[in-house]
């Protein structure tokens, strides 16, 4: 089988771990920063997509100024499998409730989500989560949560009582860092429902 090819937003933040983990489980990365990176004359370059986290009011001002974002959204509506952790989270997202003057969002997770939610309790903590498929050691940083969800998104997992992790059809959400760690179960996941 030819080795899958993972689209990773190449725009501000931690972009450079998602690639080396995605090039540890055998996938070819694929940066992306332009319209090209993602659609060639044949379509599609990728086979799916990783949006990394950051500072979300910049990755999205940044998608809109290179021309990334429609292209992008659209794909992901269709079905491209998607990974959104923490701000790619927030990108996918249907709805910001604290969004910064200007932020928009994809609209492609039918969830709300607040910015910052766990405010200074944990800024940044590394910690083991229990996830709805099976256990992951992964990075909190400035964390959202889920607020409220539709009835075609299914939690993955909770910390404090709040939802961190969703997935409904291709996209899944998180919104902690699994490559911070070096976790994989996220990735693996990603990987393997590429059809
Ligand atoms: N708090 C950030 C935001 O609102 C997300 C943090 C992260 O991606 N680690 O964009």
Known sequence: MTRPRVGVVALQGGVREHIELL??????PVPL?????????DG???????LPGGESSTIDRLLKMFGLGEPLSEAIAAGLPTLGTCAGLIQLAARIEDPA???GCFGVLDVSVRRN??????????????TAWGPAQVAF????????YGSSVTPVATLHDRIVAVTQGSITGIAFHP????????????????A
Not at 44 to 50: E, F, G, K, N
Not at 141 to 148: C, H, N, Q, S, W
């Open 23 to 28: 090039a540890s489980l055998d996938a070819v």
């Open 33 to 41: 920063k332009q319209p090209t990176d993602l659609l060639g004359p």
């Open 44 to 50: 599609l370059r990728v086979d799916a997509v990783v």
């Open 101 to 103: 003057p200007g932020q």
């Open 117 to 130: 939610a766990f405010g200074r309790q944990i800024d940044s903590a590394e910690t083991r989560l229990e």
């Open 141 to 148: 940083i400035r964390a959202p949560e889920v607020v409220t």
């Open 179 to 194: 490559e911070l760690t070096g976790e994989t179960l996220f990735h693996r996941r990603l990987l393997d429902s590429i």
